[in-house]
């Protein structure tokens, strides 16, 4: 939940964002882009409740809830407000502000386990998302990556992003790309790069940690080395 300021994620599909009393469900295993803004007259603060998945299949077990077909709708849902979900998000704000309590320890599942249910109560829509249980299947990797190379992540979370040991990722990415991942990760990049500085007039120092170079002076030993002139030579 949004206490203060604004939240703002930015996918490879998707934009979304919220501010003070808004909730967002994001679902795990996406890349993003995340902007916390402090907004005029008010801290940012969010509240965040982590559902782990084991927590989840006691409480599938725990109501009964059988095996569900992998869930293909909306990876991140605004939820809509209510007094149930106001209320709740007020009282877990102690928790927060105390976390070296034992209590926070002893009550947090609980707390956690009312949020599953109002959520539901909310949404009820939503139990298919929370209840998927499935093995990730293989995506379309050819797709994935020309929509999120740019994300500065280990290969081995590529891999597991699109459901595949690190050892199947790189055997499929030979097929697709005809390269091993990281040398086509810095190509992409740099190409991206050098297409943003002709057409668009980009800096680089604006757009070196958009296309996941840790550093200036790495972009740009990798672009003179790639196109024989640094990347401010190429500026009109």
Request: hydrophobic letters at 40%.
């Amino acid at each position: 939940m949004q206490a203060g300021g604004r939240f703002s994620l930015k996918t490879a599909s998707e934009s979304i964002s919220m501010e003070r009393g808004q909730m967002l469900l994001i679902r795990k295993n996406q890349l993003g882009e995340i902007t916390k803004m402090p907004l005029e007259g008010e801290d940012y603060q969010t509240v965040v409740i982590r559902l782990e998945e084991a927590f989840l299949r006691a409480i599938a077990l725990e109501e009964q809830i059988g095996p569900r077909q992998k869930y293909r709708g909306p990876a991140n849902i605004l939820i809509p407000g209510n007094d149930f979900m106001r209320a709740f998000f007020q009282s877990i704000l102690p928790y927060v502000h105390h976390p070296e309590e034992s209590i926070t320890r002893t009550l947090g599942m609980l707390k956690v386990k009312e949020a599953v249910h109002l959520l539901l109560y909310t949404l009820p829509g939503l139990e298919a998302l929370l209840f998927d249980f499935s093995e990730p299947y293989k995506m379309d990797l050819e797709k994935f990556m020309l929509s999120n190379f740019h994300y500065n992540v280990p290969v081995e979370k590529f891999a597991q992003l699109t459901g595949r040991s690190l050892a199947g990722f790189k055997r499929d990415f030979q097929k697709v790309f005809g390269m091993a991942p990281r040398h086509w990760l810095q190509e992409r990049r740099l190409a991206e790069a050098r297409h943003l500085i002709e057409t668009k007039n980009r800096k680089p120092s604006a757009i070196y940690l958009d296309l996941g170079f840790e550093s200036l002076s790495h972009f740009s030993h990798a672009f003179k080395k790639k196109f024989g002139k640094a990347p401010t030579e190429w500026l009109v």
